[in-house]
């Protein structure tokens, strides 16, 4: 089975910066996509930004100019760098990755690393 760890969230005043990191680990033939997602208190689970391995990446209107997602395929990893944090950023950061397994396409979904920005 994939597995996906997320790592570097926390506690950063507003105007921070924090750097999420999501390795996956396992069986991976190639890469579809790989991205991240953020769900707050009470709001359905948003993506961020999501880099396709063919295709223009995405970024939420919310986060442009401020988030940056960067691949290493080589290490099947996936990061978000995010400058110029606001309180209405603090969410649960889901790293999701879509695998693709010769005619079928897999989605996993990391355990979430939580982003709180105070203000």
């Known amino acids: 089975q994939v597995q996906l760890v997320e790592s570097g969230g926390g506690l950063v005043q507003a105007g921070g910066s924090l750097r999420l990191s999501c390795a996956a680990s396992?069986?991976?033939?190639?890469?579809?996509?790989m991205g991240w997602y953020r769900q707050a208190p009470g709001k359905q689970r948003e993506p961020v930004a999501v880099m396709p391995s063919g295709g223009s990446t995405y970024y939420a209107d919310s986060v442009k100019g401020r988030f940056t997602i960067s691949r290493d395929d080589a290490k099947n990893t996936v990061y978000l760098q995010m400058n110029s944090l606001k309180p209405e950023d603090t969410a649960v950061y889901y790293c999701n990755a879509v695998f693709n397994y010769g005619l079928e396409e897999s989605d996993y979904w990391g355990q979430g690393t939580q982003v709180t920005v105070s203000s």
């Open positions: 396992g069986s991976i033939y190639s890469i579809n996509s």
